[in-house]
């Protein structure tokens, strides 16, 4: 989809009717990849992809979602939390222009069973994600929605 009508088009979508293919976590993990991090030290964050039914079972918060990708960064400061966004944005993006549902999660964040995440490393941002019935169409965004003053 053109780029802008993707932005209007994105959605939280929290119902999933089945597992993603390889090919599409490949682009969904490109996508990550092409994101953004404060000093472009990419080195400090990881990406974890979570597929595993018994490890699945353990998240709180992610609507029986058949994969969660967690974004995690050896500190939990306001530089790594925002390029954790930059990713997870990067990757809902890419997820929901290959018509599969996605949305940003924290809630599993704090359930995240111990030798999941890597060593040293902690988790900052994660998305639920999976095949979905849901249709992605630009939606009508209004200008007010996040109030704004523009200082000239
Ligand atoms: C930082 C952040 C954390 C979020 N955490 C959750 C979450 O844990 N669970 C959830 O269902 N949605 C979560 N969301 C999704 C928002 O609730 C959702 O994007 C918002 O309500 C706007 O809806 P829209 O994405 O359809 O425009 C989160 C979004 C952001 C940006």
Do not use: W
Request: proline fraction near 4%; charged fraction near 15%.
């Amino acid at each position: 989809m053109e780029t802008f009508e993707m932005i209007k088009s994105r959605k939280a979508v929290r119902q999933y009717t089945g597992q993603i293919s390889d090919e599409q976590l490949n682009n969904i993990l490109l996508a990550a990849n092409a994101g953004s991090v404060g000093l472009g030290k990419f080195e400090d964050y990881r990406l974890t992809v979570i597929q595993k039914p018994e490890v699945l079972s353990k998240l709180t918060g992610i609507y029986d979602a058949p994969t969660v990708i967690v974004v995690s960064s050896t500190n939990n400061g306001l530089m790594e939390g925002n390029s954790a966004g930059t990713i997870v944005h990067n990757m809902e993006l890419a997820a929901e222009n290959q018509g599969l549902g996605a949305n940003y999660n924290m809630a599993c964040l704090g359930s995240i069973p111990e030798n999941v995440i890597p060593d040293g490393f902690k988790p900052l941002f994660a998305m639920t994600l999976g095949q979905t019935t849901e249709t992605f169409t630009p939606r009508n965004i209004s200008l007010s929605k996040i109030a704004t003053n523009i200082v000239k």
